[in-house]
């Protein structure tokens, strides 16, 4: 089990169990406490907890300058914050939060509110293991 950069493992063999059933069963228990003392919530998704290049410290939501063009042709930029989550497995889902209407606090503010909401709808309850996931920009309420 490997969760906010702590790991535990340990290897569970047939015939030092009694067979393949009670191996998986010993397994499946050790997992299941693993994850309880990591913090992690019980589930077969995949959740990422920590990336290298992100910007805010907030998993799931960065800044971005967001490039359209216009049906003229027009080149416009805008400042914002994307979140990501996926609401199913194999399914990503985004929304944008514009820091130009907003403001920088006021925008980061928001997509925090929206990527923790996320995080209780998927996972039932938000993620926010203590020594990660603090925002740069000041601190922000749970």
């Known amino acids: 089990v490997f969760f906010n950069g702590e790991k535990k493992v340990r290897f569970f063999s047939d015939s030092c169990y009694g067979g393949r059933d009670k191996a998986f069963q010993k397994a499946l228990r050790f997992r299941n406490k693993a994850e309880k003392e990591l913090g992690k919530p019980r589930t077969d998704r995949v959740i990422v907890t920590k990336t290298n290049n992100n910007t805010t410290g907030i998993i799931g939501l960065h800044r971005k300058c967001e490039k359209t063009i216009t049906k003229s042709g027009e080149i ?5 914050y994307e979140i990501t989550w996926c609401p199913e497995p194999n399914q990503m889902s985004r929304t944008r939060v514009s820091i130009d209407k907003y403001g ?8 925090y509110r929206i990527r923790r909401a996320k995080e209780r709808l998927v996972y039932g309850k ?3 293991p203590a020594n990660m996931n603090k925002p740069k920009s000041g601190s922000l309420p749970k």
């Open 76 to 80: 416009r930029y805008r400042n914002i």
């Open 104 to 111: 920088e606090e006021e925008a980061l503010l928001k997509a």
């Open 126 to 128: 938000a993620l926010r």
